[in-house]
């Protein structure tokens, strides 16, 4: 069995193009914004430990929302 290599394939995501950018930095205590994607969740969390901030998502219809809390 052997295996064709292949050159200049890029790997998928992960690149700063394709990179989502959440406004967590803008926030204030009691914002909120609302998002399809469930990652926010993790990505909120990070965030808040890196800046001491601590953040809450919920399920909002079809989609996410996510409050700054402290």
Same mark, same amino acid.
């Given at each position: 069995?052997?295996?064709?290599?292949?050159?200049?394939?890029?790997?998928?995501?992960? =690149?700063?193009?394709? +990179?989502?950018?959440?406004?967590?930095?803008? &926030?204030?205590?009691?914002?909120?914004? $609302?998002?399809?994607?469930?990652? @926010? +969740?993790?990505?909120?969390?990070?965030?808040?430990?890196?800046?001491? &901030? @601590?953040?809450? @998502?919920?399920?909002?219809?079809?989609?996410?929302?996510? $409050?700054? =809390?402290?």
């Amino acid at each position: 069995m052997g295996f064709k290599i292949q050159k200049n394939v890029k790997v998928p995501g992960g =690149t700063s193009s394709n +990179r989502i950018v959440y406004p967590f930095g803008q &926030m204030n205590v009691g914002d909120s914004f $609302w998002c399809e994607r469930y990652q @926010v +969740r993790s990505s909120a969390a990070q965030y808040g430990r890196r800046h001491g &901030m @601590v953040f809450s @998502v919920r399920i909002d219809g079809d989609g996410f929302r996510c $409050w700054r =809390t402290k």
